[in-house]
């Protein structure tokens, strides 16, 4: 029986966070695992500019305080 997950795993190279002059750099499949949702939706929040990201070649990467911030801005108070 073939899976239904339609997320590819992330490479070894994928699985450390990269560090940069602000912080470290996630992956979308990393903030995909992380809030439990397809990397199509984090797609969908970079291409609407909801979420700050740096296109590498065919891939993006998101700064940790950029995506901290997202999370922020979308925290309900109840």
Known sequence: ???T?????PSKAQKKPVRGQSGAFMTVY????????????IYRYIRS????????GK????????FERFLADRKTDR
């Open 5 to 9: 997950n339609t997320r590819t795993k």
């Open 49 to 56: 500019k909801k979420l700050t990201a740096y296109k590498l």
């Open 30 to 41: 990393e903030i995909a695992d992380l809030l439990r949702v397809e990397p199509l939706t």
């Open 1 to 3: 029986m073939k899976s």
């Open 59 to 66: 891939d993006y990467r998101v700064q940790q305080k950029d």
